[in-house]
């Protein structure tokens, strides 16, 4: 009997990849799979982020306790769509303060969340982070932010 045979299944995470279908380019398939890939896109909703990030952090109420967890996991994907963003294009890599964010960021998004305090602290914490990573994202990569409500989408 080997290791892998005596660990359960979820431990090795590689049995369970299945890998990319290759696709090659200029094909009708190609092209399929990108107009798919693009009508799943969805926008990154900044003036929700920025309603979020000022309920948080500047609002005399902050969101109530059973609201924290929602709030926690929406700064962590917002998170992870403006990391995308800052490292996407490898032509130009970030600077070292959008690395430094992005990695912060990520570190306090995978601690657990805590409660009461300790978790309002917590959402603080990465709530300040994604607000310096949308500052810094705008400054870097041209970020346009709209007055109007309707048009926030990026």
Do not use: N
């Given at each position: 009997?080997?290791?892998?045979?005596?660990?359960?299944?979820?431990?090795?995470?590689?049995?369970?990849?299945?890998?990319?279908?290759?696709?090659?380019?200029?094909?009708?398939?190609?092209?399929?799979?990108?107009?798919?890939?693009?009508?799943?896109?969805?926008?990154?909703?900044?003036?929700?982020?920025?309603?979020?990030?000022?309920?948080?952090?500047?609002?005399?109420?902050?969101?109530?306790?059973?609201?924290?967890?929602?709030?926690?996991?929406?700064?962590?994907?917002?998170?992870?769509?403006?990391?995308?963003?800052?490292?996407?294009?490898?032509?130009?890599?970030?600077?070292?303060?959008?690395?430094?964010?992005?990695?912060?960021?990520k570190a306090i998004g995978d601690e657990p969340i805590g409660d009461?305090?300790?978790?309002?602290?917590?959402?603080?914490?990465?709530?300040?982070?994604?607000?310096?990573?949308?500052?810094?994202?705008?400054?870097?990569?041209?970020?346009?932010?709209?007055?109007?409500?309707?048009?926030?989408?990026?």
């Open positions: 009997m080997t290791v892998m045979d005596a660990a359960p299944p979820a431990a090795c995470p590689l049995s369970v990849h299945v890998p990319e279908k290759h696709v090659p380019l200029r094909t009708p398939e190609f092209y399929a799979e990108v107009v798919a890939r693009l009508r799943l896109w969805r926008p990154l909703p900044v003036g929700k982020i920025l309603d979020t990030l000022h309920q948080v952090l500047e609002s005399p109420v902050p969101p109530p306790d059973q609201k924290l967890v929602h709030v926690h996991w929406e700064l962590r994907s917002w998170h992870e769509q403006l990391s995308t963003i800052a490292t996407a294009d490898q032509r130009f890599p970030p600077p070292s303060d959008v690395l430094r964010l992005v990695h912060a960021g009461g305090t300790q978790a309002l602290g917590h959402v603080r914490r990465l709530a300040s982070t994604l607000s310096d990573l949308l500052d810094e994202i705008a400054r870097t990569q041209g970020l346009r932010v709209e007055d109007e409500e309707d048009q926030y989408d990026v």
